[in-house]
C-alpha cells in the first residue's frame, strides 16, 4: 500500500499518542456522535433494513465467490461501451498504468474524485515524483491535501480538523496550490466551503484528465456508479475529456438491478442521508457528452490474497460507508491516523492486515485494535463480522501458520513479541488438562493471595500496566462446591 | 504472464473451497426485501415527493401545464437571472413567457462558457418520492450533464403524476443502463467540515423543482 504510512508505529503507541491530543478527542467525538444518532434514524425509517442487508451480503458474497467470471463479464461490457480496461497486480503497476495514460494525453496536471483506492496505492505520490500535479477536489480531501497531512476517515477524512484549523489552513495554503483564500475569511463552515468552491472552480473549467474511483462496477452492463454529495465528482466525471477510474476487483455487482440494494442502504448507512446529493452513473463513453475516451484500471493489489482466505474474504464485501468508525468506541478515541492505513477503524483493522499481510508490527498489533463490542458488525450493510475476523487474524498474528501473499501459498511463522503470550497459553493448556495440577495451582493461588503484586513481573508488565489484575478468590470454585453441595447436583 | 492472467488466476486458486455446485445468481440472493415502503396512492406519493425535497432544501413548486409559463417566467426573474441555457429538446412553450437571454447547449461551448450562464431548465427522466431523488438520462430535453452542473442554478420540472415512482427499486425497472445517469437529490452540499451541514459547494447551489400536472390534476 501507500509508502505514505511507512514507518509508522504500532497501533498502541499510535493511539496512546492520540488519546492525550484533547483537541483530536473532542472533534471526533462530536463529530462521530452526530452521524450515529442521524444514521440510527435514517435507518429505522426504512422498514425493511434487515432484508436490505442481507440481500446485500449475498449479492456481494455470490459475486466474490464468482469473482473471475464477473472481471471477465465486466471486461467485456466496458470494452463493448467503449472503454479500454487494464489490469494491474499491485500499487506500482497502477501507477505506471495511470502515469503513462496521463502522459498519452500530454497533460501535466488532473482532478480527482475522492477514492480509497487510488490513496491505497500512493498515487498522487506517484504522479507528483512524474511531475503531474493532482488534485484532490472532496473537501475534506483538499483540506486533507493543502495541510499536507494525512485522511483519518473514509467518509470524512478531515474529520480530525475543527473549523478553526480548516480557515488556517485554507488561509496558510491556498495561495501555494492556486487561488488563494479571500480577504477576511471566517471559520464558519459555509464561508469555508464558498472559499474551497472559488479555489477549485478554476481547476475543473479547465480540466482535461479526470482520476475517480467508483463505488459500483456492473458486469452485465459495464456501468461505474459514483456516489457523492458536493458535485466535484460530477465535475471530474464530466468535464475533462479523458476520465480515468482506478477500481479494485472486489467493487463489481453482477446485474443492474443490484445497484436497488445498495443505493438504499450506502447513503442512509453513511452520510445517514435518505439519498446523497449526487449519484452518477455511466457506461463508457457517450458521444458528445462526458469524457470520450474512458479508461478503467481493475487492481489487486491484495485482494486476491483476501479471497483467499476463507474466514477473512467476507471483509472485500466491505462498500466503504463508514459506519462501523462512527460507532467504534477504539476509533473514537484513538482516531484514523492511528491505524497506519488509509482504511483506519474497525473495518481497516480487518482490512490493511489482509491487503499488506501480518509481518509489520503496525499490521501485525491492527487485529489488537478493538474491544470486539461488537457495534461495528451490528451497522454493517453487507454484515461483515468483524469481531469474527479480528479473532481470526489475532490467531494467525500469534500462531502463524497457513495464508496466501502475492498469490502464493506461505506458512506465517508466529509473530514476535507474542512469545509470553504463546507460552501462557500452553501453559494453560497444560494445566487444565492435568485438574490434579489446577487443583493444586488454584489452592496455592488462593493461600497466597493477599501477597500477590498489583503489576505483573517481567513480560506480563505491559499487559498490566494498563489494567488491574483480577482478584484471586479466597476459595477455588471447586472446592467451594464441594463444600457447600456435596459434589452434588440438586437440581436433578 | 500479463496481469489480466495473472489476478484471474489467483482469484480461481483463491477460490479453490467454492464448489461447482454453488447456488447460481438466482438462487444465491434472496429478494424479500419490499418494491416500496407504505402503500400510498398516487397524490400521497406526490405530496411525498414534495415534502422530500424540500427536507434536502430543493425549493419545490406545484402547477398546471398551462401555467408552467408563467411560473418559470417568474422562477428566472426572481432569481435575477439574465441568461439560461436551453437542452435542445425542451418544449418551447415552457419559456415562452420568459424576457431572458437563451443560451443553447452546443458541443462546442466550453465549460467556461457555461460558468458564464446563470441558470438552467431541464425536464427529467423521473422522480423518486421517498428520497427527494431526480434522475436525468441525458435526454433530449434535458441535455448533456454538464449543463445542469456549471450553472449555479437549477430548474427542473417533473411530470406529475407520470414520471413519479416510488422508490429506488422502481426507479431502477424504469431506467436505461446504458444512457449516463444522474442522480440528484437536493443542492449540492457538505458536511465535511465537523459534519454540520452546508448547502453548494461545487454543484448548483440552488434547486427548483417544478411538480406539473395536465390540465383537470389537482
Redesign the interface.
Known amino acids: 500500500m501507500s509508502g505514505t504510512y511507512l514507518g509508522m508505529p504500532a497501533f498502541p503507541k499510535a493511539a496512546h499518542e492520540a488519546v492525550g491530543n484533547q483537541t483530536l478527542r473532542a ?1 471526533l467525538r ?2 462521530t456522535h ?2 450515529r444518532g442521524k444514521r440510527a434514524k435514517a435507518v429505522a425509517e ?3 433494513w434487515a ?2 442487508r ?2 446485500g451480503k ?2 456481494k ?2 459475486t466474490l ?4 467470471r464477473y ?2 463479464q465486466l471486461e467485456e461490457s466496458v470494452t463493448a ?1 467503449g472503454g479500454v480496461v487494464h ?3 499491485d500499487a506500482d ?1 497502477a501507477n505506471r498504468i495511470v502515469i503513462d495514460l496521463v502522459r498519452m494525453t500530454g497533460e501535466s496536471e488532473v482532478v480527482k474524485v475522492k477514492s480509497m483506492a487510488t490513496q491505497e496505492i500512493g498515487l498522487n505520490e506517484a504522479l507528483e515524483a512524474e511531475g503531474i500535479h493532482a488534485y484532490e ?4 480531501e483538499l ?1 486533507v491535501q493543502l495541510g499536507k497531512d494525512r485522511p483519518s476517515h473514509i467518509l ?1 477524512p ?2 480530525h480538523r ?2 478553526g484549523e ?1 480557515r488556517d489552513i485554507f488561509r496558510r495554503e491556498m495561495s501555494e496550490w492556486g487561488r488563494p483564500a479571500p480577504e477576511g475569511l471566517t471559520d464558519t ?2 464561508e ?3 472559499a ?2 472559488l479555489h ?2 478554476e481547476k ?2 479547465r480540466a482535461k484528465v479526470g482520476v475517480s474511483g467508483a463505488n459500483f462496477m ?1 458486469a452485465e ?1 459495464g ?1 461505474l456508479v459514483v456516489v457523492e ?4 465528482g ?2 471530474c ?3 475533462p475529456e479523458t476520465l480515468i477510474s482506478v477500481v479494485g ?1 472486489e467493487k463489481i455487482v ?8 445498495f ?2 442502504t450506502l447513503p442512509r448507512s453513511s ?1 445517514a ?11 463508457g463513453t ?1 458521444d ?3 469524457p470520450q475516451t474512458f479508461h478503467l484500471v ?1 487492481i ?1 493489489n491484495g485482494r ?2 483476501t ?2 482466505d ?1 474466514v477473512g474474504r467476507q471483509a472485500l464485501r466491505c462498500i466503504r460507508c463508514s459506519a462501523c468508525l462512527n460507532v467504534c468506541p477504539v476509533y473514537e478515541r484513538a482516531g484514523g491516523h492511528a491505524y497506519g492505513s488509509v482504511y483506519p477503524g474497525p473495518i481497516g483493522a480487518i482490512l490493511s492486515p489482509q491487503l499488506r499481510g501480518t509481518e509489520s508490527e503496525i499490521d501485525a498489533s491492527l487485529p489488537y485494535a478493538s474491544s470486539l463490542c461488537g457495534a461495528c458488525y451490528e451497522v454493517c450493510p453487507v454484515a461483515i463480522d468483524i469481531p469474527e475476523v479480528l479473532v481470526h487474524l489475532r490467531e494467525r498474528v500469534v500462531q502463524g501458520g497457513p495464508a ?1 501473499r502475492e ?1 502464493t501459498k506461505v506458512v506465517l511463522k508466529p509473530a514476535k513479541g507474542h512469545a509470553a503470550e504463546r507460552a501462557a497459553m500452553r501453559a494453560a493448556r497444560w494445566a487444565f488438562s492435568h485438574p490434579g495440577a489446577l487443583r493444586t495451582g488454584q489452592r496455592l493461588a488462593s493461600r497466597t493471595r493477599r501477597f500477590h503484586p498489583r503489576t505483573l513481573p517481567g513480560p506480563g508488565r505491559a499487559w498490566s500496566d494498563t489494567r488491574d489484575l483480577p482478584a484471586v478468590p479466597a476459595e477455588p470454585f471447586r472446592d467451594w462446591w464441594q463444600r457447600t453441595h456435596g459434589g452434588k447436583d440438586t437440581t436433578k | 504472464m ?3 492472467e ?10 479453490a ?2 464448489p461447482r455446485d ?2 447460481p ?1 438466482d438462487q ?7 418494491r416500496e ?1 407504505g402503500n400510498l396512492g398516487v397524490e400521497e406519493t406526490v405530496g411525498l415527493l414534495a415534502e ?1 425535497l424540500a427536507d ?1 432544501r430543493a425549493i419545490v413548486h406545484r402547477c398546471t401545464d398551462d401555467e408552467l409559463p408563467a411560473l418559470l417566467a417568474g422562477i428566472l426573474s426572481a432569481h435575477g437571472s439574465a441568461s439560461v441555457v436551453v437542452p435542445p429538446g425542451l418544449p418551447p412553450a415552457w419559456l415562452s413567457a420568459a424576457d431572458i437571454t437563451r443560451v443553447e447547449d452546443r ?1 462546442e461551448s ?3 462558457d457555461l ?1 458564464e450562464v446563470d441558470s438552467v431548465v431541464t425536464a427529467c427522466a423521473l422522480a ?1 418520492a ?4 431526480i434522475v436525468l438520462d ?1 435526454g433530449l430535453d434535458q441535455g ?3 449543463i445542469t ?2 450553472p449555479d442554478h437549477h430548474i427542473c420540472v417533473v411530470r406529475v403524476p407520470d414520471q413519479v415512482v416510488s422508490s ?2 422502481q ?2 425497472e424504469r431506467l436505461d ?20 451541514r ?1 448547502e ?5 447551489r440552488t434547486l427548483e423543482v417544478v411538480l406539473v400536472s395536465g390540465a383537470g390534476l389537482a
Open positions: 472533534n462530536h463529530a452526530t452521524i426504512v422498514s425493511d432484508e436490505l442481507e440481500a449475498r449479492i458474497d455470490h465467490r464468482h469473482l473471475d472481471l471477465v461501451a489490469w494491474a497486480a503497476e477536489t472532496d473537501l475534506a483540506i470524512v478531515a474529520i475543527n473549523r480548516i463552515p459555509a469555508l466551503a464558498e474551497a468552491r477549485l472552480r475543473f473549467l456492473v452492463t456501468t454529495s458536493e458535485g466535484n460530477r465535475m466525471l464530466t468535464l476487483i453482477p446485474t443492474w438491478q443490484d445497484l436497488e440494494v443505493l438504499q452520510t442521508e435518505r439519498m446523497n446529493p449526487y449519484t452518477s452513473t455511466w457506461t457517450t458528445g457528452d462526458g481493475l489487486d486476491t490474497d479471497l483467499a476463507e496466501t498469490g | 500479463n496481469s489480466r495473472l489476478i484471474l488466476g489467483r482469484v480461481r486458486r483463491a477460490l473451497d467454492v454453488d447456488p445468481y444465491a440472493v434472496d429478494r424479500d426485501y419490499l415502503h422530500n434536502y458541443a466550453t465549460a467556461y460558468d423518486i421517498e428520497t427527494g431523488t441525458g448533456r450533464r454538464r452542473l456549471v429506488v427499486p426507479a431502477f443502463p446504458a444512457r449516463a445517469l444522474t442522480w440528484i437529490s437536493g443542492p449540492s452540499a457538505t458536511s465535511d467540515i465537523e459534519l454540520d452546508v453548494g459547494v461545487h454543484g448548483p
